[in-house]
């Protein structure tokens, strides 16, 4: 696993691992945030805030989730998958 991708695991599972699974869309996700969809993830040098990950995502997201640890792996796959990481 690449750092910049290991730290956006970390980044990701901490940001939504407070939400209450099972989440049924991205709206579900928000309160969890620290700072809503302006949330920032960071690492290396590519920089995303929750919002632009919705956007960027939201048709590779597969909804519902049961764990933090389903949402975060299918987040980081879409995002090596359109070459974004």
Known sequence: MTDVKAELREQFMDAFGGADFPV???????????????TKFEAGDVSFTAMELAAKLGSDQDFPYDTAEELVDDILEALEAKDLI
């Open 24 to 38: 049924q869309n991205q709206m579900d996700l928000v309160p969890a945030l620290p700072d809503g969809p302006a």
